[in-house]
């Protein structure tokens, strides 16, 4: 049993390696055609639930590709595709977002951004034509599928505006079915990124995860992210009497420093916390008690029931402030993503793929960070492992993070991006018949 055992995990191991080669053959003709479809995209930028190009862009590749289970207007502006393999079995979801940032481009390359003030300075671009690249590398080769593929092409990843009162982007899609009917036994999603820090490090140096580099973090990987809107009501009287009034200003100001203190003071230090105030605004003159002031921000952390309970300390110290003062207030408070937690089997899985498509040494475990990402609606319908594609160059001058005007990746990782989300996909439908 023993022999027999070594016999099939060899044979196993010769089929990866000898699909990698065939898998590599074919990125390698098919890269001209990538950086074409990266480059358009790039040059057409499309805002959240505006992706009309870009969605037509991507059904219009899958259907040259001959894909025939396409389904568009997913969520708005989405494209949802199914990929049946040479050989019936599970189905396995790759997940790529579509939209930009309403960012203006700086930098000058040929391929920069045609639309004024719109920009994708977070790499959607290069994880739509990934998730494209990674459907005409698996149609090429549907003999090496045993099961079937489904991709999503998600509008509206980025944030919604604090007005905006419905679902968008992969929680609309997912309340649409789209994690049915076939259902993933898992999902996985990439994410372009530049700058990170390594699991380990003390330092505050930049470390760059760079083009061919896969990174990971076990666990938790982005926060819940939340938005909250307060306003203080006070009472206005003339800057010379200020006893006559209620100061909203005085009373904005307490409670901001009061609310720095749940992090510092309040809250149990091992849990990650972030509270931010990024916006204030009141008063009508310099020589006017503000009646009115109000605020803007942000609360980050990673555990659901934790969240509630900062949510509970605000709303304390804000009652208890403005009560002691005179005033009032009122607070809206927005849920928007929940926190991404990746899958440890799907990890311990799909790890030993990636180091053996990339190396060892160019699979980096990263520390977590506060950000929030969305995709986190699909890996709470199924296990879920969300990666890092590292696109960082120095010699080309690619070392900006995301979210800025001088963003951009070497192009030189979409292969890396195809290759190791077509060879996960595969292993881990080899490893669910």
Same mark, same amino acid.
């Given at each position: 049993m023993k022999y027999l055992c070594l016999l099939l995990l060899s044979a196993s191991l010769y089929a990866a390696d000898t699909r990698d080669a065939l898998f590599q053959k074919s990125i390698d003709e098919m890269f001209p055609r990538l950086v074409e479809i990266r480059r358009d995209i790039h040059m057409h930028p499309e805002l959240p639930n505006e992706e009309v190009r870009t969605s037509k862009l991507v059904a219009d590749r899958l259907k040259a590709l001959g894909f025939t289970d396409i389904k568009t207007g997913v969520a708005k502006t989405g494209v949802v595709a199914v990929l049946k393999g040479a050989q019936d079995g599970p189905c396995v979801a790759v997940r790529a977002d579509m939209d930009a940032l309403p960012i203006?481009?700086?930098?000058?390359?040929?391929?920069?951004?045609?639309?004024?003030?719109?920009?994708?300075?977070?790499?959607?671009d290069v994880h739509t034509t990934c998730a494209l690249g990674v459907a005409e590398l698996l149609m090429r080769h549907r003999d090496q599928v045993k099961g079937s593929v489904k991709f999503l092409f998600q509008p509206a990843e980025e944030a919604m505006p604090a007005?905006?009162?419905?679902?968008?982007?992969?929680?609309?899609?997912?309340?649409?079915?789209?994690?049915?009917?076939?259902?993933?036994?898992?999902?996985?999603?990439?994410?372009?990124t530049a700058v990170v820090q390594p699991a380990g490090s003390t330092d505050d140096a930049v470390h760059y995860l760079k083009a061919g580099q896969i990174g990971y973090t076990p666990g938790y990987d982005n926060a819940n992210s939340d938005r909250f809107h307060i306003t203080i009501h006070g009472k206005m009287a003339h800057g010379s009497a200020p006893h006559k009034g209620v100061d909203a200003i005085a009373v904005a100001a307490e409670a901001i420093m009061a609310l720095q203190m749940i992090k510092s003071r309040q809250t149990n230090?091992?849990?990650?916390? *972030? @509270?931010?105030?990024?916006?204030?605004? =009141? #008063?009508?003159?310099?020589?006017?008690? !503000?009646?009115? &002031?109000?605020?803007?921000?942000?609360?980050?952390?990673?555990?659901?029931?934790?969240?509630?309970?900062?949510?509970?300390?605000?709303?304390?110290?804000?009652?208890?402030?403005?009560?002691?003062?005179?005033?009032t207030y009122e607070m809206?408070?927005?849920?928007?993503?929940?926190?991404?937690?990746?899958?440890?089997?799907?990890?311990?899985?799909?790890?030993?793929?990636?180091?053996?498509?990339?190396?060892?040494?160019? *699979? @980096?475990?990263?520390?977590?960070?506060? =950000? #929030?990402?969305?995709?986190?609606?699909? !890996?709470?319908? &199924?296990?879920?492992?969300?990666?890092?594609?590292?696109?960082?160059?120095?010699?080309?001058?690619?070392?900006?993070?995301?979210?800025?005007?001088?963003?951009?990746?070497?192009?030189?990782?979409?292969?890396?991006g195809v290759a190791v989300m077509a060879a996960a996909v595969c292993d881990f439908l080899d490893a669910s018949r």
């Open positions: 203006k481009e700086l930098r000058s390359a040929p391929y920069r951004s045609q639309n004024p003030g719109v920009m994708h300075a977070c790499g959607h007005t905006y009162k419905g679902d968008w982007g992969a929680k609309l899609m997912v309340a649409e079915g789209v994690m049915e009917n076939p259902k993933p036994a898992a999902v996985f999603g990439l994410h372009t230090t091992r849990q990650p916390l *972030v @509270i931010s105030i990024g916006t204030i605004s =009141g #008063g009508d003159r310099e020589n006017i008690i !503000a009646e009115k &002031v109000e605020l803007g921000g942000t609360v980050r952390t990673y555990d659901a029931a934790f969240r509630d309970g900062v949510i509970e300390q605000m709303e304390r110290i804000l009652k208890g402030i403005t009560s002691a003062h005179g005033a809206e408070y927005r849920k928007t993503y929940p926190s991404i937690h990746n899958d440890q089997k799907l990890i311990d899985a799909t790890l030993p793929v990636f180091r053996r498509i990339v190396g060892d040494k160019n *699979v @980096i475990e990263l520390i977590p960070g506060m =950000g #929030g990402e969305d995709f986190s609606f699909f !890996a709470q319908v &199924v296990p879920g492992f969300y990666f890092r594609l590292g696109v960082a160059n120095e010699e080309k001058g690619f070392t900006y993070g995301g979210h800025t005007p001088m963003y951009d990746c070497d192009e030189e990782s979409l292969k890396t």
